[in-house]
């Protein structure tokens, strides 16, 4: 995915399928034309083992998601 793809869901709560197989619900808090990548809060995930207890942000590569499907 590219970053311009990504930039619509700004400030708003998706599902991220990303290529090492995680699925992550997150909100968008910034989305970077420099680094080409998101950062977001991770609200739940299938691979909790990337993330340390009480870190605020965390940032996810744009070429390593595969799709992103907003919450309703």
Do not use: C
């Not at 400030?11 to 197989?21: A, Q, Y």
């Not at 992550?24 to 207890?53: C, F, M, N, P």
Request: no cysteine; glycine share 6%; proline share 3%.
């Amino acid at each position: 995915m590219n970053v311009d793809a990504l930039k619509p869901f700004l400030g708003k709560v998706v599902t991220l399928h990303m290529t090492d197989g995680e699925v992550a619900k997150v909100r968008v808090q910034w989305v970077d034309d420099e680094y080409g990548d998101i950062v977001a809060d991770v609200l739940t995930t299938t691979h909790s083992e990337h993330y340390r207890d009480g870190q605020a942000a965390y940032t996810f590569l744009a070429t390593e998601i595969l799709s992103v499907i907003p919450s309703e």
